[in-house]
């Protein structure tokens, strides 16, 4: 298995596999690898030749201090997963200098509007950070396909701006949340989940479920007060937002329209971690 830290040893590889006209599926991470992972892994084998995974820990998209401290680093266990998986993955694990060079800055980006919504309310910055690693790592990897979970779907949405503001080739795909029976979606921030949060998480898809199921008769604003009603004396789960938004513009709605798909979005914190998650409602 081969595990690159350098990024002309990743560029060399790549001009190779160019050169054989092989297809290229790529998978960003932040590792702390997870079930989730492999399923956009074993999805991009699918459908390439050659698989790439990027670790690395991005600098640009934390509004916390804190939080980019305590992200989980483990490199080595995240190898050895992978490894399991197929002995072919390719992961490519850079120090900040071999992604950005000397100037580990984010590039201020106009998304058209989808970065002021939700999750760019509260973490201000956050999407010109990922579009930033992104647009270095789509350079520096040369992919065919990207593969990226649904659980961020606004950034999914990013993503795919991105690549047109950009003007690259590759195809941005995007993959179904993998979630615990219990129903929580997989996340590298949950294993710093205490038992009784953990034990109180499920509470968030089930909410997520019942919105969906009462959509189509009850409106944006009562389904916004009933899921701040469910977390309001929960010792475990304070909520930090709860949206119903467009797909197409991830704009909240008052009224719903015909042949309009929505989404319901959520971020609720379980101590100082965050959890988000979302669900299709039409």
């Not at 219990?182 to 909410?207: H, V």
Request: proline share 3%; charged share 25%; aromatic share 10%.
């Amino acid at each position: 298995m081969q595990v690159h830290d350098k990024r002309l040893d990743i560029t060399t590889s790549v001009a190779t596999f160019k050169k054989q006209k092989k297809t290229i599926g790529f998978v960003p991470t932040m590792g702390a690898l997870h079930k989730g992972h492999l399923a956009l892994v074993e999805r991009a084998f699918k459908e390439n030749e050659v698989v790439i995974v990027s670790i690395f820990v991005n600098p640009t998209q934390f509004n916390a201090t804190e939080d980019l401290v305590n992200y989980p680093r483990t490199l080595d266990s995240d190898v050895k997963l992978l490894s399991e998986l197929s002995k072919e993955i390719i992961v490519f694990a850079p120090t900040a200098n071999e992604v950005y060079g000397d100037r580990t800055e984010s590039i201020n980006y106009n998304f058209k509007g989808l970065e002021n919504e939700m999750e760019g309310k509260f973490r201000p910055g956050h999407f010109d950070g990922v579009g930033t690693v992104l647009k270095h790592l789509f350079t520096i990897v040369s992919p065919t396909r990207a593969y990226f979970g649904e659980k961020d779907f606004q950034q999914l949405q990013i993503v795919k701006k991105l690549v047109e503001i950009e003007k690259m080739s590759v195809q941005i795909i995007g993959c179904p949340i993998y979630r615990k029976e219990s129903g929580l979606a997989l996340s590298s921030r949950n294993k710093r989940l205490s038992e009784n949060q953990r034990a109180a998480s499920p509470l968030i898809y089930k909410t997520l479920k019942q919105v969906r199921k009462d959509f189509g008769t009850k409106s944006a604003n009562v389904l916004s007060e009933w899921v701040s009603e469910q977390f309001a004396n929960n010792t475990e789960l304070e909520l930090e937002y709860f949206e119903i938004a467009k797909v197409s513009d991830l704009k909240s709605i008052k009224r719903k329209q015909k042949d309009t798909k929505y989404r319901a979005f959520i971020a609720v914190f379980a101590g100082k971690i965050r959890l988000i998650d979302n669900i299709a409602l039409n």
